[in-house]
C-alpha cells in the first residue's frame, strides 16, 4: 500500500488498543505514529523501535492522571496539523479519530469505542471521585459531543471492532462501520488443563467491575490473581480476601504463564470486543463472562464459557460453578480462538481499506 500514517490516543499503557496500535505499525513499518502522549516504560516495548510523534501533552508531568486532560486532547491532536500521508489510519477509543488528514488522504478509523465518557456515563461515574469528575463536566459534554460528531463525519471510513462497536457506530455518529475483529497473538498460547485460581486481567477502572469478581471470590474462598493496575487499586486491595493476590502491570510473558496455569479467566466488565476472553480460550482456559457487549461475540455459551447476566455476587458465582462444570477439552476451547488471529486481521483490514481506495477512485473518475 501507499504511504501509510498512524494515530493512536496515547501511548502509555498496555491494553488491547495498543496491541492493535503495534499490529498497524507491524503491517505497515515505515509508517509514523501520532499519539497525544507517549511513556516508553508503561506500553509495549515495540515502539521504542517505531517513529513515534508526540503533541505538547507529552511534556506534561502525568501519569494516573492523563485521563483527566480530557479538555486539552482536541487542542492536542489539532495541534498535529494535518497529517500528510495517503492512509491515515486512526485507532481510536475516544481521541485519536480528532486528528485532521490531509485532503488527499484517505481517512479511516478503526473504532474500538465511542468515548465512554461522552456516551456512557459508567465509565467515570463508578464511584468516588470519578462520580463527582462526571457531574463536573456534565455541562460541557454538549460541546464536546459536538466536536467529536464533527470529527467523526470527516473520516472516509469507519471500521468497527465488534458487532457490538458497529451498533454504538451507528447510533452515535449514524454511520455504517464493517467489521474487523482486533488481532489476537493466540500463538503465544497453548492449551492445558485447568488449575486452581480464578485470573483477573484488566484496567482497574470502575467500569470493569473488577471489584465484583473480587467480592465473589473472598465471599466462597477462592484463590483470585488479579493483573493490571489503575485507579481503583486502593480500594480493591481493601476489599479483597487474603487468596487475592495482586499482580499489578506485568510482561507478557507473565500474562501467558498465569493464563495458562488458571483455572477459569473472569470479565465482569462489559467489553467493547473482549481480547482477554479470546486469549483465555487460546489457553484452553473457560471464560465467565457479564452476558452483554463484545463478550458476546467472543465466547460462546456452553462451549467455551458462561455467561452471568446480573452483576451480583450470587449470579458470577453461579456461573463460576456453571464453567467448572464444562467438559470441553482444552484444545478445543483454543481451537475457537484461532477465528481472531493477526493474520485475519490482516487480510480483512487490508481489504476493506483497499475496497475504500477502490470505490474513492472510482468516484473521481
Same mark, same amino acid.
Given at each position: ?44 516495548? !515495540? ?13 506534561? @508531568?502525568?501519569? &494516573? $492522571?492523563? %485521563?483527566? #486532560? ?105 454511520? !455504517? ?13 497453548? @492449551?492445558?488443563? &485447568? $488449575?486452581? %485460581?480464578? #485470573? ?166
Amino acid at each position: 500500500m501507499r504511504r501509510v500514517a498512524i494515530v493512536h490516543d496515547y501511548l502509555n499503557q498496555r491494553g488491547g488498543a495498543e496491541r492493535v496500535a503495534l499490529e498497524l505499525s507491524g503491517m505497515w513499518l515505515s509508517a509514523p505514529i501520532y499519539t497525544s502522549l507517549y511513556r516508553p516504560d508503561s506500553t509495549f516495548g !515495540e515502539f521504542m523501535s517505531r517513529r513515534v510523534i508526540t503533541t505538547f501533552l507529552d511534556q506534561l @508531568p502525568v501519569d &494516573r $492522571g492523563f %485521563r483527566n #486532560l480530557f479538555p486539552l486532547y482536541p487542542l492536542a491532536f489539532r495541534q498535529l496539523g494535518e497529517i500528510n500521508a495517503d492512509v491515515v489510519i486512526a485507532s481510536s477509543s475516544g481521541w485519536a479519530h480528532l486528528a485532521r488528514a490531509a485532503p488527499e488522504a484517505l481517512h479511516v478509523v478503526y473504532c474500538h469505542t465511542p468515548a465512554r465518557w461522552l456516551y456512557g456515563g459508567e465509565y467515570l461515574g463508578g464511584s468516588g471521585t470519578g462520580a463527582l469528575r462526571h457531574a463536573a463536566i456534565r455541562p460541557a459534554l454538549s460541546r464536546f459531543r459536538r466536536v467529536d460528531r464533527n470529527a467523526a463525519s470527516r473520516a472516509d471510513l469507519y471500521v468497527a471492532n465488534s458487532e457490538n462497536v458497529r451498533r454504538r457506530v451507528k447510533v452515535v455518529y449514524r454511520l !455504517e462501520a464493517p467489521v474487523v475483529p482486533p488481532p489476537i497473538d493466540v500463538d503465544r498460547f497453548r @492449551p492445558t488443563p &485447568r $488449575g486452581e %485460581r480464578l #485470573l483477573v486481567i484488566s484496567r482497574l477502572l470502575p467500569y470493569k467491575h473488577v471489584d465484583l469478581v473480587i467480592r465473589a471470590a473472598t465471599r466462597v474462598g477462592l484463590g483470585l490473581d488479579v493483573v493490571g493496575d489503575g485507579p481503583e487499586l486502593t480500594r480493591l486491595r481493601e476489599i479483597a480476601g487474603p487468596k487475592v493476590t495482586f499482580h499489578g502491570a506485568v510482561d507478557d510473558q507473565t500474562v501467558v504463564e498465569l493464563t495458562q496455569s488458571c483455572r477459569t479467566v473472569c470479565v465482569a466488565g462489559e467489553e467493547d470486543f473482549g481480547m482477554v476472553a479470546v486469549e483465555a480460550q487460546a489457553a484452553g482456559k473457560p471464560v465467565v463472562a457479564y452476558g452483554k457487549g463484545g463478550s458476546l461475540e467472543s465466547v460462546e455459551a456452553g462451549l467455551t464459557g458462561v455467561f452471568f447476566h446480573e452483576r451480583t455476587e450470587r449470579d458470577l458465582i453461579a456461573a463460576i460453578t456453571a464453567a467448572d462444570a464444562l467438559e470441553t477439552p482444552p484444545d478445543v476451547i483454543a481451537e475457537h480462538a484461532h477465528r481472531f488471529s493477526p493474520a485475519t486481521f490482516r487480510t480483512r483490514l487490508t481489504q476493506v481499506i483497499t475496497r475504500a481506495l477502490e470505490e474513492r477512485h472510482s468516484r473521481r473518475r
